[in-house]
């Protein structure tokens, strides 16, 4: 088994297995779009500072999700809103936490795949998120 590094930031839960941990944001880290949320920067920037000694020996993917629900006016979809999503905090992990760019990767899921249910609107708030997935380096 990996030693995985022992995370313990407000609002985020974890799933530690074998070979991946699973770091999910219970809150939704953006208010629109591609806007992040007030409170998501400190909450990001403690996850990157619990992160960085650990990231030699590991990769993280940066999987970006939105809800379900299509986007009214069309000029994009889910797929690419996620993608934003992941590529956002990616740049804000490399760029203004300093985390090492060779062990980040953006990946966009859609609403394919949510963290948590789209059933209502608070649930679907909080799949307006980014899933932080480690794995080991080869």
């Known amino acids: 088994p990996v030693a995985w590094p022992s995370i313990e930031v407000d609002k985020v839960t974890g799933n530690r297995e074998a070979n991946i941990c699973t770091l999910v944001f219970d809150f939704g880290l953006f208010t629109s779009r591609t806007n992040l949320s007030q409170e998501s920067l400190p909450v990001l ?81 909080k799949n307006r998120t980014v899933v932080l997935i480690l794995t080991p380096k080869s």
């Open 45 to 125: 920037s403690e996850v990157a500072d619990q992160l960085r000694e650990s990231l030699g020996s590991l990769n993280m993917t940066i999987e970006g999700h939105s809800d379900s629900t299509p986007i009214s006016n069309g000029s994009v979809d889910n797929e690419t809103l996620s993608g934003a999503r992941a590529s956002i905090v990616l740049n804000l992990f490399k760029n203004r936490f300093g985390l090492p760019a060779d062990s980040l990767r953006a990946k966009p899921s859609g609403g394919s795949n949510p963290p948590f249910s789209n059933d209502d609107e608070s649930l679907r708030r």
